[in-house]
């Protein structure tokens, strides 16, 4: 099955619970929560008391992409205030340094995920697949939305789909950038499980068909 996760980012900040409980009618799957801490990328986003509230207002499930460098420093916090998964980037600090962070989210009984950035070769995600939950792929470079979609990374995601499969794991693909009812099709096609949108869900006036475009199934 083919899980939607509208982009926070898109949202609008000043109605924020009604904007995550129309995606939820929508039939949009999980949320995504975008953490950028003007360090690792060049911006600064949401951060743990936004998402302390976010958690309060909806039930659904919430993916953290942590954009941030040092995650180790935060992996728990994100967990406590709501995170159901919590993401980081596995150039965002040593690989020991990585692996704690994730082993620190499991602890707290969440799932976790590591994110590639796009000049990141996918073998980077060897060391921790029997770990981890979910392999985000980035399809445009982190920091900042609107970017286009980076059809070469599919190449990515089809060697990290055939990595999962031959371990007979569960591990999810996950691509986040420029995901919209043209490209979708085509990260469906490479083997990826969850799709993260943010303009092609929130900008558009009927989010419903916006979700079941991006699914296919419209």
Known sequence: MIRIAPSLLAADFSRLAEEMEDVRQASADWLHFDV????F????????????????ATDMFLDAHLMIAE???YASRFCRAGAD???????????????KALLAVKEEGKRCGVTLKPATSWEAVLPYLDLIDLVLVMTVEP?????????????????????IDERGSEVLIEVDGGVDP???PICIEAGVDVLVAGSA???TPDRKTAIQLLRGSC
């Open 36 to 39: 950028m801490d003007g360090l």
């Open 41 to 56: 990328v060049p911006n600064i986003s949401m951060g743990i008391p936004v998402l302390e509230s976010i958690r309060k």
């Open 71 to 73: 995650p180790i420093r």
């Open 85 to 99: 998964l919590v993401n980081v980037h596995v150039e965002a600090d040593r690989p020991e340094q990585i692996e």
């Open 143 to 163: 920091g900042f939305g609107g970017q286009s979609f980076m059809q070469e990374q599919m190449d990515k995601v089809r060697a990290i789909r055939r990595a």
């Open 182 to 184: 043209r490209t979708a």
């Open 201 to 203: 869900v929130f900008r």
